[in-house]
């Protein structure tokens, strides 16, 4: 099919000729004259971009979700419904949250406004936001550099969870799913959502220089930052198998075309370490683009989930025309932006053994803002003890740290045979300064780097010392304040 085509504002549309590579931005500002949706930076940061689109939800009924306009590309909206700022305000008057917005006094120069709406938008029809730190979590990719968040927090608490039986309410009921499937062209640019893994071998082996995307909100950074214009891309969002977690005999498998948004809510209960991560990771609006496959694809030393996975001793699941094989996740990675893939290959997911009682797993992120901000050092750490109180395995595994995730396999051998015990972690960390040269830039100088990095496995010791899997409490900020302190010394 050489059109693209999706609803927008509930109408369809259908375009042809445009390029693949038009985010949902610029074609909104410039073709569509829908100029409410702004743009603040166009790579993801400010949310001022945000519009709503319906998604399948953990139950795989319709959500609204509140995405980056910026960061997605026209064809990744093939057959879903988009809704914008302009369409809020009915012939019956402005939606509840627009009202809730205007009576908290929430805005001023309103330029952050649209975009905060439609993050509130999704909050209004989400009966799960029941706690101040998830409104808060809900509105951290939307800054606003006049109100101060006050009057907005106040807006976000009028209306979370008040599910407005409306037409867009009525909309979600009526967006069955449509099908993703594309082979697109245009302005000389391929764009193919292949459904099937046949389709995409067959694409793979017509067009074996295409790049694979899958939510884009890394790709996409390439278009509006560097201006570049990929000749080829396959999307790897049509593949529901690929969208699955599953748990098979004490083993999770995680297709790479969860998202982290999905991650997040899956590893509230199982893993905790891998939750805390996916808590800190970006914003809601990417969190519900971005997934599991383009966070470990893209092979970025200071991505956030690879230390999270390593740590729990995850394998990753390589497929292609061939078959699957699988290898430890840290061997994925094999140089600086650089992965085992093979031409025509891709990650189809990750598996994870279940945490034993006995073990300690926690994830710590070091960055300079709390909220949507990349690592400095990211640390994941997993000890097992046994009924001696022996240390029977260690995997401490870093980011920020070398050229690609790493182990800290030098620390690890200090751990390993030693009691859990204050003697041993402070072998252990002074051991890493061994596994690890790393390079000095804006978020961190090597010396930093590694005092932090021994400082977190001194802090991974005194919280698990009385509670083996410490989860992140509703005043986390205590926490995690308490943590940089011993990271700073
Ligand atoms: C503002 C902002 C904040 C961010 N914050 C964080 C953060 O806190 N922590 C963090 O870790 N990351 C962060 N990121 C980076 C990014 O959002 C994540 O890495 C995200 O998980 C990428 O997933 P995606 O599906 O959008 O990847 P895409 O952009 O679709 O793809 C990224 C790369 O992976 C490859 N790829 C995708 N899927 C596969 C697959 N199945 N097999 C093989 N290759 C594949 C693609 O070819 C591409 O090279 C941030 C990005 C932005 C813009
Ligand atoms: S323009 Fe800033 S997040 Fe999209
Ligand atoms: S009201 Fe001006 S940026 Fe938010």
Partial sequence: MNSLRFNLNGAWV?????????TLLRYLRDRRGLTGTKEGCAEGDCGACSVAVVEQGEDARPVWRAINACLVMLPMLQGKHVVTVEALRSPDGYHPVQLAMSKALGSQCGYCTPGIVMSLFEASYRTDLDAPWKLDDQLCGNLCRCTGYRPIREAAQAVAGSCPEDRFAAQLEASAPQGMALAYEGEGQRFTTPETFEALWDELDAHPDARFVNGGTDLSLEVTKRFALPPKLVSL??????KRI???????RVGA???ISELESFSERRFPSLHRMTRYFAARQIKHRGTVGGNLGNAS?????PPALIALGATAVLRSRA???RLPLEDFFVGYRKTALAPKELLAGVELPLVAPSARAVSYKVSKRRELDISAVAASFFVDVDAQGLVTAARLAFGGMAATPKRASTAERALVGQPWGQAAVEAAARAIAADFTPMSDHRGSAPYRLLVAANLLRGFF???RH????????GHAATVQALVEVAHG
């Fill in 237 to 242: 969002e049509g593949l529901q198998a690929l």
């Fill in 257 to 259: 075309g969860v998202t």
């Fill in 323 to 325: 078959g699957e094989r």
């Fill in 467 to 474: 509670d083996r899997q410490p989860a992140l409490r509703p």
């Fill in 246 to 252: 599953a748990v098979v005999d004490g083993v999770v």
């Fill in 462 to 464: 005194e919280e698990t």
């Fill in 14 to 22: 259908e375009e042809t000729g445009v390029s693949p590579t038009t």
């Fill in 301 to 305: 030393p200071i991505g956030d989930l």
